[in-house]
């Protein structure tokens, strides 16, 4: 089903002035054209014009409805690539010779006990095991902790 995307242009409202074109409609005309012209060079195929009301401030309180053209223009999308191909029934599907192992997924708690038990064989027996620290000057130095509203520097 072809699918398509559509511009929505305001119609000119002025007639430009035209080297070799006379009169207001046809000044009006060349316009219009020029216009078409343009979005259809661009792939935009003209459908209609419509005239739609449009509220508009009018004062400091009051609204108006005021109508506008517009222009409608739609070009349509490339088709999408089905998301799964279908294998002719003569060809069989390419099979990989070497398949890649399968690896067991570590849950969080196999991971902890497994870190737990790496500390726990190298300490002697009766001791806690030791920490790793990072190296002397790795993390920064955040200096005194400052609450919402208060100043560091009056105390």
Partial sequence: MPRFE???????VKA?????????DNRFAHVLMELMNEQGAEGWEYQ?????????RSGLTGKTTTFRNMLVF????????P???????????????????VVAQ??????????????TADAPEGKAPAVARPAEGSAPD???AKRPGEDVAAE
Avoid: F, H, N, W
């Fill in 6 to 12: 559509y511009k929505v242009i305001p119609a000119p």
């Fill in 16 to 24: 430009a002035r035209t080297k070799g074109v006379k009169g207001t």
């Fill in 48 to 56: 209609r014009t419509d005239t739609l009301p449009c509220e508009e």
């Fill in 74 to 81: 739609r070009r349509s999308l490339a088709d999408p690539a």
């Fill in 83 to 101: 998301e799964t191909a279908a294998v002719p029934a003569t060809e069989a599907p390419a099979v990989d010779p070497k398949p890649e192992p």
């Fill in 106 to 119: 570590r849950t969080p708690e196999d991971m902890a006990a497994a870190a737990v038990a790496s500390l």
């Fill in 142 to 144: 955040l200096g005194p």
